[in-house]
């Protein structure tokens, strides 16, 4: 399936690609667009848009985009749900003190934002990130923190 968004990803439009192919769709295809093409880009591909308006997966309330993905696809993971924490701090910067790890990952999503300027290349250097935040997350739901 192609999934298509805005470019210039950062945090969310980084995070849910991830947890798309990793735990949704493993053979997904994300297609980065000007934010005024990704319904015409979406319908033309015939794939599912996300983290733009009138997205299929966008915000919703005050949930980011990464938090809609997990309810509905029904993710239970309490792994997962902490990881998703994490990205809605560093995501809804007035949230960013929702737990402590979000204003890392904040720093590191603006890192690469300011440095690698093709949206493909960030999903290249940053899924290693949310591999390791994932098994961080998975330490601390095993000790029940």
């Not at 290349?121 to 935040?133: G, H, I, N, S």
Request: charged content about 25%.
């Amino acid at each position: 399936m192609k999934w298509v968004t805005r470019e210039g990803a950062k945090t969310d439009r980084v995070a849910c690609p991830w947890l798309i192919q990793r735990f949704i769709d493993h053979e997904a295809e994300f297609l980065f667009v000007a934010k005024s093409h990704v319904l015409e880009t979406t319908q033309r591909v015939g794939g599912k848009s996300f983290d733009a308006s009138a997205a299929d997966y966008t915000h919703r309330g005050n949930r980011c985009t990464f938090e809609v993905l997990l309810e509905e696809f029904k993710l239970e993971d309490p792994a997962l749900h902490q990881l998703a924490r994490i990205v809605h701090g560093a995501d809804i910067e007035e949230e960013l003190h929702t737990c402590p790890e979000s204003a890392g990952l904040l720093a590191i999503a603006q890192g690469f934002f300011a440095t690698t300027p093709d949206d493909q290349e960030k999903l290249t250097r940053q899924f290693p990130v949310y591999d390791a935040l994932y098994a961080y997350c998975r330490n601390l739901t095993a000790r029940g923190a």
